[in-house]
């Protein structure tokens, strides 16, 4: 199993550009999210899904927009890009049948210039 | 709102020796999950270790333990015979129970450092 894949890796955008995080887990997960790592903040939510067709805001939303049409991906939209979305995404899925443990993506380290 | 606390943003231990690391959180709830993640230079967060509120049993997983103590709302990671593998910043996390929407709330992490 693949577990959950992020795409891109790295990306660098300019102030006002849009661009969509991709996020896709094999794992029949029902629970989804995405988080920001900035440096001394630890992670900080920012939407989840706990099912197709079903999403909510998190701590931090303002700048970004969620879907979950199907029940493998959670893609992550930044509308209008700014310098302070600069920072670290993760996207990570979860299952009753798991305990509850999360499991996380590899990473997307966004820089806004 | 729960809220999760690393007290400690740094860490060092010698290798071979044991370390511990601090998490307090604060919450209402009587059933939850408690969380220990590793992240290495790669950036991948690995899951280390897990305890359900509802067990009063301490979970071990090889060398890592934790000291779970519910009235105290006290999670710390013990790592016994330190390796330089375990260097990484370390992540405690709260979640909700079944039912709830049961996101996890990380503390602000602890930056393990081992000395050779």
């Known amino acids: 199993n693949a577990g959950v894949t992020q795409t891109p890796k790295f990306q660098v955008l300019k102030t006002g550009q849009s661009m969509t995080l991709q996020c896709a887990q094999d794992m029949n997960h029902e629970y989804m999210s995405w988080y920001r790592q900035d440096p001394g903040m630890g992670l900080r939510l920012i939407h989840y899904s706990v099912g197709a067709g079903i999403t909510d805001q998190g701590e931090v939303p303002n700048g970004y927009n969620v879907s979950r049409s199907t029940t493998e991906d959670f893609p992550l939209r930044l509308l209008s890009a700014a310098p302070s979305q600069t920072s670290v995404y993760f996207c990570?899925?979860?299952?009753?049948?798991?305990?509850?443990?999360?499991?996380f993506g590899s990473g997307t380290r966004l820089t806004v210039v | 709102a729960q809220t999760v606390t690393q007290s400690q943003p740094e860490m060092s231990v010698q290798e071979a020796e044991t370390v511990t690391l601090s998490c307090t959180y604060d919450?209402?709830?009587?059933?939850?999950?408690l969380f220990w993640y590793k992240q290495p230079p790669s950036r991948q967060m690995i899951l280390v270790i897990r305890?359900?509120?509802?067990?009063?049993q301490n979970a071990t997983e090889n060398r890592f333990s934790v000291n779970f103590q519910k009235a105290a709302k006290s999670f710390s990671l013990k790592i016994s015979d330190s390796q330089l593998g375990d260097a990484a910043m370390y992540f405690c996390?709260?979640?909700?129970?079944?039912?709830?929407?049961?996101?996890?709330?990380f503390g602000k992490g602890t930056k393990l450092s081992v000395k050779p």
């Open positions: 919450t209402s709830e009587s059933d939850y999950y």
């Open positions: 996390a709260y979640r909700s129970p079944p039912g709830s929407q049961g996101n996890l709330i």
């Open positions: 990570a899925s979860s299952s009753p049948g798991d305990n509850y443990g999360y499991t």
């Open positions: 305890q359900e509120a509802y067990k009063q």
